[in-house]
């Protein structure tokens, strides 16, 4: 059973530019989490959703960042006009529905580094 | 908000030592614990969790963790580690049945052999 998978595992943009970063769900999966790690930091939640919707993105940008995640295909996080400051590593979770005790599965993460 | 606290950045140990890492967080109601590792090149994975019940949680390859909750603290401990357990580990919290976890920085645990 294939775990999260995230990619590309690296990615380089120049400022102003597109930032496009997938995730793929474990299968049975219909939950998806996207979290920022910047320098130093810890991971801080950005948007949930699930198929189709997006549930809560109270931890997104207001400017330049949006996330889908279809019915078909994987979830992407789209970073539009990317700035020196979107540098971080982007992980992306799965869980299977809601319940007491679910737990989410985590990628390895996508490395961003805008030059 | 939650807010996570792991009190060290980075530690250094030779194999066979013993290993304690600190995580408080901030939140005085119901919540739920986790310990994450990274080993380097992996993906995030969970090394053990609480939810409920005996606040001495044992996970994988031999980590434990206690939950104290008059002191906020979910610290992680390993009794001596290997190589192996070279890695960045996460404290994360999240309200009682809620999705959004709160991680701490992490800490660097890098062991010598």
């Known amino acids: 059973n294939a775990g999260v998978m995230q990619n590309p595992r690296h990615l380089v943009r120049r400022r102003g530019q597109e930032a496009r970063l997938r995730c793929s769900p474990m299968k049975g999966h219909s939950h998806v989490y996207w979290y920022r790690q910047l320098p130093e930091e810890g991971l801080k939640f950005m948007v949930y959703l699930q198929k189709e919707n997006i549930i809560d993105e109270s931890g997104m940008p207001k400017e330049r960042f949006s996330a889908e995640f279809p019915k078909e295909g994987p979830s992407i996080l789209r970073i539009q006009q990317v700035v020196r400051g979107d540098s971080a590593a982007y992980f992306c979770a799965s869980s299977p529905p809601q319940g007491i005790d679910t737990e989410a599965f985590f990628g390895q993460g996508t490395r961003l580094t805008v030059v | 908000a939650q807010s996570v606290s792991q009190h060290n950045h980075h530690v250094i140990l030779s194999e066979a030592a013993s290993l304690e890492l600190g995580c408080n967080y901030s939140y005085g109601g119901t919540v739920n614990l986790f310990w994450y590792v990274q080993y380097p090149g992996q993906h995030l994975q969970l090394l053990l969790k609480?939810?409920?019940?005996?606040?001495l949680v044992k996970g994988i390859k031999g980590f434990e963790a206690e939950f104290i909750k008059s002191k906020f603290s979910f610290n992680l401990r390993k009794p001596s580690v290997q190589w192996s357990d070279t890695a960045e580990y996460f404290c994360a919290v999240n309200y009682y049945n809620d999705y959004k976890l709160s991680f701490g920085a992490g800490t660097t645990v890098t062991v010598r052999a």
């Open positions: 609480y939810f409920s019940g005996d606040p």
